[in-house]
């Protein structure tokens, strides 16, 4: 059974720190993009950040040089490091995998940073 399991969120302060991990089944993650996802309150589910197999990396705009992403092969394990957090990254995040032609994702982690 596949599975992609969230985890890591919490409440933290503006400024602070948190860092998200999305754990995967082996046979999924192996040479498998992991994409970030956002949903904040009231809007659309959106992508924020993704690492490659070969771990390059992409970021959106509103994102970039605050978060970075990365990946243990090892652990079948990446992870979303989330530094200077704003209100506005308020949101549950997930993470997402593309094998074989499907897309598995996880439950979502919620993350809520206050003001």
């Known amino acids: 059974q596949v599975q992609v399991v969230e985890s890591g969120g919490g409440l933290v302060q503006a400024g602070g720190s948190l860092r998200l991990s999305c754990a995967a089944s082996?046979?999924?993650?192996?040479?498998?993009?992991i994409d970030w996802y956002r949903r904040a309150p009231g809007k659309e589910r959106a992508f924020i950040a993704s690492?490659?197999?070969?771990?390059?990396?992409n970021y959106v705009d509103s994102v970039k040089g605050r978060f970075t992403v990365s990946r243990d092969n090892a652990k079948n394990t990446g992870y979303l490091q989330m530094n200077s957090l704003k209100p506005e990254d308020t949101a549950v995040y997930y993470c997402?995998?593309?094998?074989?032609?499907?897309?598995?994702w996880g439950q979502g982690t919620q993350v809520t940073v206050s003001s």
């Open positions: 997402a995998l593309g094998s074989g032609g499907a897309w598995y």
């Open positions: 082996r046979s999924i993650f192996s040479g498998t993009a």
């Open positions: 690492v490659t197999g070969a771990g390059a990396t």
